[in-house]
């Protein structure tokens, strides 16, 4: 009982459903709530609008890089068998002669 004598009057149900006795307090409590929860939603959803569109776009990458990677070990490999030729074929030469020697 207040000092007017009047009992103060509580909510009895959730936000989600429609209370039955309510404060002015619990009025603001649930619409501060529910104005959280909206701005939650719409934070999700630009969000997920924004990733939906980041997967939509062609990965371009970086073409310069992986090209000059590619043409790089390109030549390292053609300049190794260039100099290794000779000796690779003289070595399988050696072993088939053995074999059948």
């Known amino acids: 009982m207040s000092s007017t004598g009047r009992a103060r009057t ?3 149900t959730t936000c989600g459903e429609t209370p039955r006795r ?3 307090g ?17 934070r999700s959803q ?5 990733r939906v ?5 062609p990965d371009r990458g970086d073409v310069p890089g992986w090209v000059l990677v590619t043409l790089m ?3 390292i490999v053609t300049a190794l068998w260039v100099l290794a030729k000779p000796l690779l ?5 050696r072993a088939v002669n053995d074999v059948h020697g």
Do not use: D, P, Y
């Open 73 to 75: 070990t390109a030549g």
């Open 22 to 24: 309510t404060t002015a």
């Open 26 to 42: 619990t009025r603001q409590a649930c619409a501060a709530l529910r104005a959280s929860s909206q701005l939650w939603a719409v």
């Open 10 to 12: 509580v909510a009895i």
């Open 53 to 57: 569109r980041a997967a939509g776009r």
């Open 89 to 93: 074929e003289g070595l399988f030469q």
């Open 46 to 50: 630009v969000w997920l609008e924004q």
